[in-house]
DNA sequence: CTGAAAGCGCTAACAC
DNA sequence: GTGTTAGCGCTTTCAG
């Protein structure tokens, strides 16, 4: 049924460690006139190397698991941002030569059984919060390649790739004061010590800093997920919450835009009552009215590196060195605008 | 290093196969005792079976590739659509206890190289023209049951899991009619003889037809693509080419933003002046102003229904009967409304 | 430059 | 209930 490397091996009248060699690039074991022989029967016979036996044979598998977080009986988070990597990693792996399997965890015990199972070179961890990947330990790791996008985790079994959150805040928060904002709302995920949210977080602070304005903690708004719903739940009960802001810092685009509808569902004009910012600049951002505000991460250049990490230290046999933080940048379009003028007509 | 059947067995002091039997759930063939002293050892030396090597012993692999048109150099065509059936498929097939490969396509020999090499017990085709799906061959996808989303293409290899489109339209359609609007844009990619787009376009007339109003082709609009920029270069070149239009129909909701988006630039009022009516309910349709009126196809019924067809199939060791036809709903929301007055105020 | 032998970790098909 | 034998398709190691 399946075409093996002895069918190609006893067509070409040589042993299969031959075909192999050719396969494989080996080209300098093996002279010119066998290397065509090979090749010719090779693509008449449509023979194409089974994985499963070299993944066996070999100690690798050109085999990268993408895990992200799933509950029990959910769907993957695909965000946008999720989406955005997964397609751009998918390509970059595509071009090096290695397999994507895509799996959802809901378990802790589900990433070693993804891990070892497949015997996969590497994993790109993706979506999990830092203190899962701080728990990660030697016996579930093994010699698998680990590495945890968007992580703060100093778990060296692991190497973080992520964007530098602390300074897209920064700057943020910076356009929003330098327009004259002084009661600015921090509006995200709930958030420990360490992580993308208290980098973003620290960010803000930083700027208010800077800019020499005092934050009034009351302002700090926790929502239950950076989605659409919350988004919207906030936007609309915030003239009543904290009736004295005149912005809003999203931690992410999606909630930002569900922020932008709720305010305007509430009579709140946007950006000339209320400005918003957001974080990732996603697609949807330039599809609203108005136009979304944001940080810039450059996702396509995060999957990059983050593959291009990988693979090389997968090839080089040696764990990566330092964890990469990439750079942002400041998106203006029409969500943010001065405040009003405080005693502005009746 | 790697734990293995044989350390199993030799720590219990039984044969692999009764390690195999116990992992395998043939328990009737193994003594009680026996089963719970191997448990304890497998859970407490953390065993994990080696997939590649069950793959290459059995003659399945319990992997489903998850195959996607990607343009060379390009990342894939992760579409809101694409990107939902893939996070529902993931999980359908973990419910399973299948594992998903995920692969971009550029040229047809991939589909061959991905099907052979993992030794896939299956295949779902997302996102292919039916031109493709019609080109495959018993040469490519041997024992390997293949199912493709969305099409309509009579290849007995494969099997089309699909919404109905063709009533969709019809509903979105007879719905603007039923408004009273007469000439209505049919806006969505170029079309052959079959496929979801043609199907789409079928529901449309049909539900002119039914309604006895007689449809000018030149209300035909090609865009290039289902994306949001060349609908707003139709929205807002829309008032010249067809002056005459007060509706249109969009093949896909995002292509039903960039109109709106379009047409609101070009100073036209939505749904006041002009209707327009999506394909797919995606959530965007419900972030933009006025929220979209859409065809919902539910999608993650769609996914459910194809991986559990194909994965039955698997099992069953048959090839799945006739293609699987899905309800689809129309959703009114603010995006639609009657024409204005033919003799309006000047 | 080429080949023979051994074995990766598992399961199928039979024996006992 | 349990063990034995053989082999899946490939690569590794070592000999020529």
Redesign the interface.
Known sequence: ??VTLKDIAEEAGVSTMTVSNVINGNRARVSARTIAKVERIVAER?Y??????R??ASSS?RLIG?LMP?AD????T?SPHN??M???M??QL??RDY??????ISRQAEV??AL????LDGAVLLGFPDREIDRLTP?TT??VRVLAIDSYSPNPLTTGVRSDDRTGARLATAHLLALGHRRIVFAGPGFSDVGVVRERFEGFLDAHKEAGVTWDEGLLVAVGSTT?APGLDLGTRLPELHPGASAVFATADILA??II?GL?GAGVAVPAEVSVVGFDNL??G????PQLTTVEQNV?RKAAVAVNLLVDSIEGEERPDAPVTLGVDLVERASTAPPPEPAGPA
């Open positions: 049924m399946r449509g194409v190397p089974s994985a499963s036996a993944s066996l598998s993408l799933a009986e959910d769907s993957l695909l989406t955005a997964l397609g751009q998918e390509r595509r071009k397999h994507l399997i895509l799996r959802g070693d059984e070892k199972s497949w015997n016996a093994g010699n659409y835009v569900g509808a305007v697609d949807i330039g599809y609203v009215t396509q």
